[in-house]
């Protein structure tokens, strides 16, 4: 059994070689471990740092492509590697690289494809009232819309294995995260979560530049969830929405119309009509876009049965 741990990295000299001095070399229940960074298009000493601590491999990107897509060639390099579970973590060695059999346990005993490690929010001095809100926000609206009881989505300490690595497929460019976890779901994957210890914040978050920035992108995060991953019930919420205000207002005039002298307040009518076209359109939208699911959904499984016939193939 091989267990590579990845480290996904853009400019982290400052801190990898702190990451990388806790990083395990024996894990119970593995014969070998590995390490492996993603050069996200570093501009600095990144990769000779990485070299210097003992990296096994090193996946390079010409330029910066972001975490999520770091991520996933990650993935790919290290299914290529052949690694049997991958554990990722993160540069700025935030989370306790002890905790690394805790995480890969379920996995080797058969109870999960995929691991999150769950970090005490309520407990971390570094994390804003608001970011912690946002945290407890996005996790529940990832536990809607994967059917998963994970408390901590954002967590990027996860283990999974080999078969779940080769089912997994990122959209986002800026994290992987939230779609990783929904994914899992959809997919039925077996996915739990261990509790994890954290270590001192050595630097700020690269994706939180402000707490403006982070609501937004949790925002615009959380709406690309529901229309990636429930596009039926996100649109045709909407539309029947629009639908029943429009079909209340009609209502409402055709009423005043039969019953009382009720001469103009055409802005009425026009408003209903306007509200129940706009309904019934996006309610058809609803319908388009849960083929277009189901289409994106069958693309994943064909590239999810490559990667498993690749893997057959005789080397």
Wanted: glycine share 6%.
């Amino acid at each position: 059994m091989k267990l590579i741990i990845q480290i996904p990295c853009y400019n982290e000299a400052a801190t990898l070689g702190i990451a990388l001095a806790a990083l395990p070399r024996e894990v119970p229940g593995f014969d070998k471990v590995e390490w492996l960074i993603i050069d996200d298009g570093c501009t600095d000493n990144t990769v000779e740092v990485a070299l210097a601590h003992g990296v096994d491999h090193v996946v390079r990107h010409t330029r910066n492509q972001g975490l999520a897509r770091g991520f996933m060639n990650g993935l790919q390099a290290c299914l290529e590697h052949g690694a049997d579970v991958i554990v990722n973590t993160d540069a700025d060695n935030q989370y306790n690289a002890d905790d690394i059999p805790a995480l890969t346990r379920p996995i080797l005993e058969g109870k999960a494809d995929i691991v999150i490690g769950a970090r005490p929010i309520a407990a971390i001095e570094h994390f804003s009232p608001i970011k912690k809100l946002l945290q407890k926000l996005g996790s529940w609206v990832v536990r809607v819309a994967s059917k998963t009881s994970i408390p901590d989505a954002p967590s990027g300490f996860r283990a999974m294995s080999r078969s779940a690595a080769r089912r997994l497929t990122v959209f986002s460019d800026y994290t992987y995260t939230l779609e990783t976890i929904i994914q899992a779901g959809q997919k039925n994957m077996a996915i739990t979560s261990v509790p994890i210890r954290v270590n001192g914040d050595l630097r700020p978050s690269r994706l939180v530049k402000s707490i403006a920035s982070y609501i937004q992108r949790s925002i615009v995060t959380i709406i690309r969830v529901f229309v990636i991953y429930r596009p039926f019930r996100f649109f045709a919420s909407i539309g029947i929405a629009l639908f029943t205000l429009g079909f209340i207002i009609g209502l409402r005039f055709l009423y005043k119309w039969l019953t009382v002298d009720y001469d103009g307040h055409i802005q009425s009518l026009i408003l209903a009509s306007s509200l129940l076209i706009i309904g019934f359109h996006t309610i058809l939208i609803a319908f388009v876009a849960d083929l277009l699911s189901a289409n994106r959904k069958l693309m994943e499984e064909i590239r999810s049965l490559t990667l498993e016939n690749r893997d057959r193939r005789p080397q």
